[in-house]
Each structure stands twice: as C-alpha cells, then as structure tokens.
C-alpha cells in the first residue's frame, strides 16, 4: 500500500526555500539599525541596504487593496521614494551650482547652458525629418539634465528610484580617498517632494546611463533647498568598498552593468562649452549647435540607427516604458497597476517624456488605438495612459 503523496509547493523547492532565506536575512541585517532622532546609524553598509530594501523600496513595490467606495476598490499605494548616496555624509546636500561661489556661478550657468543648447538642439533636429512631425518636441529641461548628469554645474539633484544604485555612489570614492569616514544615503518620497513646489525631470531619452541607474533629479531652488534639508531622511554607515552592480534581466539572467559607460562625444561636449564659456565675449555669430558640431560631428547614436531609427523603434518605447514601470508600477492583489499619483505627477512636470512614451495610446471613440509592438507592451501602455486619465479626473 502506497503511503499518501506529497505535493511540493513553490515553499518546499530550493528556490522557495533559498528565497525565505534571503528574506530572514534581510530582516535581520535590517532589525540591527537603530534610529538617534531623525537619524537612522547602520553598523555597515550591508546594514543599511537591507534596511532601506526592507522598510522602504520594497514596500513601495506593493499596494494594498483596501475598503470598497461607491462601489470601487481603493487602493493604498506608499509614494515613490528617491535615494540619493553620499560618499562622505559630511557633505552638504546642495546642487553643484549652489556649491560654487558667487563670482564663479554666472561662468558656470553659462557653461551648462552652452552644453544644454547644443544636447537639445542636435536632438530637436530629428523631430524636423519627415515623418517625424506629429512627434512632441523635446523639452529644453532634457538637455539641462544631461548637463547635469555629464559633470556640468546645475541646480538640478541627482537621485535614483533604486536604493542599490544609491549605494553605489555612496561607496564611489572609497577607492580614492582611503580615509575611514562616514557614508550616507538621504532620501524624500515623491509625495514630499511636491508638496515643497519641487519639480522632478525625467532623464532625457538619448543618456542611456541614466536609464541604468534608474536618475532622476529635482530642480531645487535656493529658497526651497532648507525646507528640502528638513524634510529629507538619513541613514549613515562606516564607508564601504567600491563594488560590483549587477542587474537581472527580463531572461532571469545576471550581468555586470557600468553605471557609468563613457560617451566620448558627450565628454567632448562637456569640455567644449566650459572652455566656450570662459570666453569674452561668447562667440554668438553661430548657434552653440553648429560651432561645436562642425569640428566635433553630430551624435554616433544619430549617425549609426538615422533619424528615424533612434527614436522611432520600439526598444526606445520600451526602456522608457522599464524605466516608468520601476517608479510606478504597483504589484496588487491579482495583478498589477500604475499608481495614478506617481504616474500623473511625474507627468505634470514632464509632458513631454509622457507624450511621447504614451504617443501611440490614443483614445477615441472605438476606445484605445495602439501603435504595433508585442502583446505585453501594448497591455502596460493601455494600463498607465487609464492611471493617467484616472489622475486627471481625481484632480477636476
């Protein structure tokens, strides 16, 4: 006589198990935090990782369904949290234009928007190629962030959606200054961020490292930059080593990734408009565009795909759409949603990112029209551009 069978559940299999595993040693790493007024202190850098994975980034991942009203499902959702690392927590959290002196500000402003100027014009220019005029025009805050991320001195502020990534720069001068200090990571929930009046900017479509590190910045002026202090949170920890960033892909794969793959022509940019800028006066008898363009060539990325190839296929359609998912997508009893606050906020600062990720989901009357990509692609579209119109309701 056979005895009774055993059904293994997804529980009982290693993956189960090795994933409980993973899940009580965070906790515990986690539990080992302690908290000194509005400071949180780790004992190392694993430490506070796992706290900020615990407490924060995965709670942010998950929405809980709660009471019915007027017949529909509300739905809790925590808002968006921005990490930002910094290797020496003795730092000042002020933007790069707001470090320098004042005497020092006006050549640097001068420099970013020389570099911005010619990122936003070589770009603008695949929106005036045929077949491309339906297309909305890239903002001119696209090419101020990708000054700012190139090194220039704007009063944008780095942040990620991925506290990993923040982790990351926190550890990226150990290897310079081998000097034992204190490390830290700040964050603020997109929620907070708006109600202090700052905006949050997109990273444009052509700074592909961006999209790695998950960046975002917010523009914060002078007089919001003390409020922001007040209401940023802190976790500091003893310095740690530079380490490797891996990333699981799509194909449940593992890879290696460089946070920060070199684009020699946007390097080349960035050292043309801070020598440009020191000029007086500035040469103004030809657009910032052509005087750097014509030594320097247009963008390799424009001259190997065309200019209906960089921005008119789908993949580009789909590291926008990965990029937004990280920040909005929610995982739900049954499914998942975009969360309508983070979805319409990040929209109301930045329309053009969102027109153009959303220009092929156009409602009319026989209902939604999709441009052609994969079955998936086209289930994620419709379901943002219904949050978005869910926010735009709510806020009428």
């Known amino acids: 006589m056979k005895g009774p069978q055993t059904k293994m559940t997804s529980d009982d299999s290693d993956f189960g198990k090795g994933r409980r595993a993973f899940l009580e040693e965070i906790q515990r790493l986690a539990a080992q935090v302690t908290r000194a007024q509005s400071i949180w202190e780790a004992p190392s850098a694993r430490h506070a990782l796992a706290w900020l994975l615990f407490h924060h980034e995965w709670r942010g991942q998950i929405g809980f369904l709660g009471d019915s009203i007027d017949g529909a499902q509300r739905v809790d959702l925590p808002p968006l949290v921005l990490f930002r690392g910094q290797a020496d927590a003795g730092w000042a959290v002020q933007s790069g234009l707001q470090r320098l002196q004042p005497a020092e500000r006006k050549q640097a402003k001068l420099a970013a928007s020389l570099f911005a100027q010619v ?24 090419g101020i962030a990708a000054a700012q991320h190139y090194g220039m001195k704007t009063n944008l502020l780095d942040f990620t959606t991925n506290a990993l990534v923040a982790m990351w720069f926190a550890s990226s001068q150990s290897d310079i200054d081998p000097t034992p200090r204190k490390s830290a990571i700040d964050w603020v929930d997109l929620k907070t961020a708006k109600e202090l009046g700052l905006r949050v900017v997109l990273p444009p479509v052509f700074v592909d490292r961006l999209y790695l590190q998950r960046g975002v910045f917010l523009e914060v002026p002078r007089s919001k930059l003390t409020q922001l202090r007040g209401r940023l949170n802190r976790i500091i920890f003893p310095s740690a080593r530079p380490f490797e960033f891996i990333r699981v892909f799509g194909d ?23 020598l440009e800028s020191a000029k007086s006066p500035v040469d103004a008898r030809l657009s910032a565009l052509l005087r750097f363009t014509f030594p320097n060539g247009y963008h390799p990325e424009m001259q190997r795909t065309g200019v209906q190839g960089l921005l008119g296929l789908g993949d580009t359609i789909e590291v926008m759409l990965d990029f937004v998912d990280r920040m909005a997508l929610r ?35 026989g209902g939604v029209t999709i441009m052609p990509h994969h079955a998936d692609l086209n289930i994620k579209l419709r379901k943002l551009a219904g949050s978005l119109r869910h926010y735009r309701v709510e806020q009428t």
């Open 331 to 365: 995982t739900v009893r049954g499914g998942s949603i975009y969360h309508p606050d983070t979805v319409g906020m990040l929209a109301d600062d930045n329309p053009d990112f969102f027109s153009w990720l959303l220009r092929g989901v156009a409602p009319d009357e």
């Open 119 to 142: 990122a936003y014009e070589m770009f603008r220019e695949i929106y005036r190629s045929d077949g491309m005029q339906d297309y909305p025009r890239p903002n001119r805050r696209a």
């Open 252 to 274: 449940g794969l593992a890879r290696q990734l460089d946070l920060l793959p070199p684009d020699d022509w946007l390097e080349r940019l960035k050292v043309w408009a801070t």
